[in-house]
């Protein structure tokens, strides 16, 4: 990511302090601090002030800080949060932004005590991780070359299934091949599940050994430069029923439905209900116990959320998956997951996997 984007993001944030009535605004939830500064330490907070920033992190990162930043930044003797109490103090700010849902309470209260007596901390909830919805191309490029790693390390992975294979067997030989691909780790931990444990929608890998007749839901992805990538495919051992081909074909249809129905001014909610009234002309809707989709970026899951009550508007930049799926206890899960882009015109699906259910 380029100097130039870091300075303009900081001031697009630092832009509306005024109509906030801020003096700063205090990050340290560390997927804003990159956003932010491209700081990738695990201890920091940045504050943000009308002019300019100032990045407060301990001596462990004073080398990485100085490479990777390029506002001021202090280097913090004793705790941090001495240090951003002292600034507040220095300079003289009264009223200051901070992320409430992200900010332990011991954190916020020993500020507070160490506050002059005229400053307050002021809530500025999901203030940046709004502004972190809407993708520069830099970002895309990244997210893009994630999906691209992910779906190549699918295909080598999955080339070596057998019966007889263990799911966690699978889910490290996953993870093995996205690293050696390029990506730094997964982007959340992998889930391969078989059988009827394919019904629970976000089981951990076993011991279990991939039998004839199972059903198997993989759901990976990679992080890469530190951006995310999510997909999922089914894998059968065998050659299906009548009952699995009928809903996976549901659960494709859906899919292909609820991403017909993404494009910039849409509202959440209704490329939710794409997915849904599909699955409810199988009989299915019920079944379908999550929602359709999540942004995606410097973290798996970021806003916008894509349920049945969100009303955030598309807006072309968004990167967001869509997944919808059926689980039927006793029986199994399918889920098919893309990410994917709103564009201008509608939106550009970046997983290049094929969505066929994959026979082994
Ligand atoms: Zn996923
Ligand atoms: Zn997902």
Redesign the pocket.
């Known amino acids: 990511m380029s100097d130039s984007e870091f300075d303009r993001r900081r001031h697009t944030a630092a832009s509306s302090l005024a109509e906030r009535k801020l003096d700063a605004l205090l990050v340290s939830f560390s997927p804003n601090l990159r956003y932010l500064t491209g700081f990738t330490g695990s201890n920091g907070s940045l504050l943000v002030l009308p002019d300019r920033s100032i990045l407060f992190t301990d001596p462990r990162y004073q080398i990485q800080a100085g490479q990777e930043v390029t506002c001021q930044v202090k280097i913090a003797k004793g705790p941090l949060v001495d240090a951003v109490a002292a600034a507040i103090a220095r300079l003289g700010l009264r009223r200051i932004g901070y992320e409430p849902a992200r900010m332990s309470c011991d954190f916020f209260q020993s500020l507070q005590s160490k506050l002059p007596m005229k400053a307050s901390l002021e809530p500025a909830a999901g203030w940046i991780e709004a502004l972190r919805m809407v993708k520069s191309p830099e970002e895309i490029a990244r997210i893009r070359r994630s999906v691209e790693t992910n779906s190549r390390a699918f295909e080598q992975a999955v080339a070596r299934a057998r019966p007889g294979m263990k799911e966690q067997d699978l889910a490290a030989e996953l993870e093995y091949r996205m690293r050696r691909l390029g990506a730094e780790k997964p982007s959340f931990e992998t889930i391969v599940a078989a059988g009827v444990r394919s019904a629970l929608p976000h089981a951990q890998p076993t011991a279990a050994r991939f039998a004839t007749g199972d059903l198997v839901v993989v759901d990976m992805g990679a992080l890469e430069d530190g951006y995310c990538s999510?997909m999922t495919r089914m894998l059968f051992f065998g050659s299906p029923g009548a009952k699995v081909k009928r809903a996976y074909r549901a659960v494709r249809e859906a899919q292909l439905a609820a991403i017909d129905a993404v494009r910039p001014g849409q509202a959440a909610a209704r490329i939710d209900r794409a997915a849904r009234t599909v699955l409810k002309a199988y009989g299915l809707d019920r079944a379908f116990v999550h929602s359709t989709?999540?942004g995606l970026g410097l973290e798996i899951h970021e806003p916008p959320r894509i349920g049945k009550r969100d009303k955030t508007r598309l807006e072309a930049g968004m990167a967001i998956?869509i997944?919808p799926g059926v689980y039927l206890e006793g029986f199994g899960g399918i889920r098919i997951?893309d990410t994917v882009v709103v564009t201008t015109q509608g939106c550009e699906i970046l997983t290049p996997t094929s969505k066929e259910l994959r026979l082994i």
């Open positions: 999510d989709g999540h998956t997944e997951e």
